[in-house]
């Protein structure tokens, strides 16, 4: 077992997480004797092991996390302030500054901060698998403001 830290573990494999993922896999069994508060959630090198329906990949953990920020970035509000610049709506504070450096994007939002500072060393597994790059709604908000024509 790896041992995460608090705040990774609940921003990346909390069980609502977990369930939600679990339902986007088609792999829902665990509802009839479950529910989701009740799954049993443990950080293996092999993937995240769940006691009530086996093992997930780190591959599918990280499918999942591309597409539910893409939907979660799709709402967004995003004010372009400068060619690098970005403000994005948000919902612990009003706006968030993203900011594009060399085709990367950083946020100033706790989500971010948590992936940047604790992902690599905590879950290098999880970072391989989104070949290495870290990222929020609030960064893939502002990507995809550039890719939408106005």
Known sequence: MINLSTQLASQTISKNAIADLLYYLGRDRWEENYNRHQLTIEAWAVGIWVREIGIISYKDLAEFMRNS??????????????????????????????????????????????????????????????????????????????????
């Open 69 to 150: 920020t893409k939907l979660r970035a799709s709402g967004l509000q995003v004010e372009r302030r400068s060619p690098s610049l970005f403000l994005v709506e948000g919902s612990q504070q009003s706006r968030y500054a993203v900011i594009r450096q060399n085709g990367h994007y950083t946020c100033e939002c706790m989500l971010y901060r948590c992936r940047h500072n604790r992902l690599r060393k905590e879950l290098p597994q999880l970072f391989e698998a989104l070949n290495k790059k870290i990222f929020c709604h609030h960064t893939v908000a502002a990507y995809l403001s550039l890719q939408t024509p106005t």
